[in-house]
């Protein structure tokens, strides 16, 4: 099915199930343990080996030779496949930096050896043993100190943008506000490590691992070993937790493929928690100057942006300046983005990668020429706001509420309250509110999906969809219920499976709209087998209850399946509605904090989203999203930072007591409100994403709460106690 032409009335309108606040379908396997993560597929009739990896001490140049006759001599050890025995291994369409195999290394913990053996323990102890020799060469580490350096990126990911004089326009700008902001480099530290099993029979590998994108990891794991795709069954059913930094093949699959050949078993890779900073993705740090200049009545006439970032050679910019194209009217405008050479670990997509660091300067740069134009901040977006997208005026927004958003906030979190910086008190706290705008552009996916009938009338479905602690089974059954009109309890969710067909997988935000329309279009499928099993006509046919009308027949669903079942299959894919009209989500983050007068540490006290996000699948699901998103916000505002060490090129804190996220005690309240919609351009299912839009602004609008409290302003995340110090007024 093409979707092509805005969605009339159809099926999903009922909302008798999607939309429905249903928790998850899969919430009793995981809260009892018996959903099996990649690193669980305890079948020991496979008779499992252990593999650990060995990550390259230095950052770059060349490993000269590996001497592993320690580690092979150690108890229990089966077998040690280094990088210089596989040889030079082509390299992943999706990964920048390769993953294993040659001489050369491009970052600091790239994996150089595997050492397998019976046991975990045996493995861990051997791989300290192998011995290394380098030939290291210097690299580049510090982008504060390469930005002179940064070139103009591929052209793919358009680096720069203008429209009218902004120079001219910035000059003559009666209020101007020109400042640099600062976001570090981000690790995606999800829960679960990145973990496969390999298993080898003859020529054919299946594998067990933690993937967002199965297809793609399919592709590239096929790519980098040198064989046939159709030979790899890959199966990844359940997540814990991925934030893009699993939408790439990684080196544990690599691993995992090449200890079982050599060890001639099954063999099991994880990552430990320390080579996950260095060995796998994070997200690049930038550095940001935003120029806005406005006429006194707060209307904006001029808008640039600039941001620098830094990857390894063949890598890409962070897309900071995104959202600064599409959110904000004004005239005379530009964007750029400049790209150095760092030789730190590959930089990569992080959840609402661009827009989530670019908005954490943008929306302290909204913050501060309101505050210039002793505008409150909500008038100042709402006298900005614009219907169109402000580079392309012939092209509007399919759906936009950014007002709705910023108004029923303001209402609901008491924005009336707020006073100037520093004025309001509780003993040693000081207390402040603060705002930002949400943005991130909806994208859709060809997504593919079966769906079958069964004589009894229960409904599965199957598709490589993945669940990444999202929320996509849920999504699934309650599309294919409604379609089929069945209840939710009669769909069986199949996900993560290669053999499956192709889906959008779980990124971009995109994951939820395009895999339930991949569903809609198969049910539509199944639905037409259904009508014609039956010799119903189509066109008036209802599935309700367990049954199919038509006229005045109603025959119960199994009869329509038979003995053999009904099967419909199809793929979601997409026309020009995204270029004829800019679809983006919208929301408005709103941020209480305290900040301790004396020591300068601060407390989110509470919190609250309003999102306008097109028709919202399952408004639990979807919550759980967006608060999980503004906890990831607050850790990026307050704690969340790798520490470059400049000297030899590595990430420092590389584990979760160094890279701090937030726990339960820093977040006391949060809420989340979605405004009404159903966006008729962005699929026959009316919904977007939410997944990223929820952390897009929240780490500003904590740094704007911060300025409201204090009145010092940071420009250089995360907002440590050290950088508010010495700004807070004597202790009275
Ligand atoms: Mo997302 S950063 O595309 O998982």
Redesign the pocket.
Known sequence: MKFDTPATTNPIDQMKVVGQPIHRVDGELKTTGRAKYAYEWHDQSLNYAYGYPVGSAIAKGHVVAIDTSAALAAPGVLDVVTTLDVGDLKKGKFNTAKLFGGSEIQHYHQAIAVVVAETFEQARSAAALVKADYAATPGTYDLAAEIGNAEKPDESTEPDTAVGDFASAFAAAPVTVDERYHTPDQSHAMMEPHASIAAWKGDELTVWTSS?MIDWWRSDLARTLGIDKDKVHLMSPFIGG??????FLRADAVLAAFGAKAAGRPVKVALPRPFMMNNTTHRPATIQRIRIGAERDGRITAIGHESWSGDLPGGGPETAVMQTRLLYAGANRMTAMRLATLDLPEG??????GEAPGLMALEIAIDEIAEKLGMDPIQFRIVNDTDVDPEHPERPFSQRDLVGCLERGAERFGWDRRQPPGMRREGNWLIGLGVAAAFRNNLVEPSGARVRLAQDGTITVETDMTD?GTGSYTIIAQTAAEMMGVAVDKVSVQLGDSRFPVSSG?????GANSATSGVYAACVKLREAVAARLGFNSSDIVFENGQVRSGNRAVPLAEAAGAEGLVGEDQMEWGDLTKTHQQSTFGAHFVEVGVDVATGETRIRRMLAVCAAGRILNPITARSQVIGAMTMGAGGALSEELAVDIRHGFFVNHDLAGYEVPVHADIPHQEVIFLDEADPYSSPMKAKGV??LGLCGVSAAIANAIYNATGVRVRHYPITMDKLLKGLPELA
């Open positions: 967002q991925g934030f893009g930094g699993k939408l990569n997509a992080m959840r609402a990668p990444i779980s990124g971009g935000q995109f997944g990223e």
